[in-house]
């Protein structure tokens, strides 16, 4: 498995913009698909994007699209999730995870180390 530290959530109003961080410790960064999920209060971990081992292929949750940007640096080892236009029911804690594949994953089976998380709060 692998370390993952995600940075960056706090609190925002509607409309506003925050952007999240994930540093991986491995020397394998650039072999691996990593993803982004989020967990609302009293709700399951819903999939929020994914970025394939070359930055080349994403993929995002239907309702962040057009909002939401996953990105890369694999010299840098980090994930990054640049989020605009931030509604209420985006609130959640978001957690980087990385995936035992190369190619895009959008499902948490296919992710096998996950961060801490970090709180969003989008107020209204």
């Known amino acids: 498995q692998v370390q993952l530290v995600e940075s960056g959530g706090g609190m925002v109003q509607a409309g506003g913009s925050l952007k999240l961080s994930c540093l991986a410790s491995t020397r394998t960064f650039g072999d691996n698909c990593f993803g982004w999920f989020r967990q609302a209060p009293g709700k399951e971990r819903e999939f929020v994007a994914a970025?394939?081992?070359?930055?080349?292929?994403?993929n995002y949750l239907d309702s962040v699209k057009g909002r939401f940007t996953i990105s890369r640096d694999n010299y840098g080892n980090t994930v990054s999730l640049q989020m605009n236009s931030l509604k209420p029911e985006d609130t959640a804690i978001y957690y980087c995870?990385?995936?035992?594949?190369?190619?895009?994953?959008?499902?948490?089976?296919?992710?096998?180390?996950w961060g801490q998380g970090t709180q969003v709060n989008v107020s209204s």
């Open positions: 995870a990385r995936a035992v594949v190369s190619y895009i994953a959008t499902t948490a089976n296919y992710y096998d180390s």
């Open positions: 970025i394939n081992w070359s930055g080349h292929d994403t």
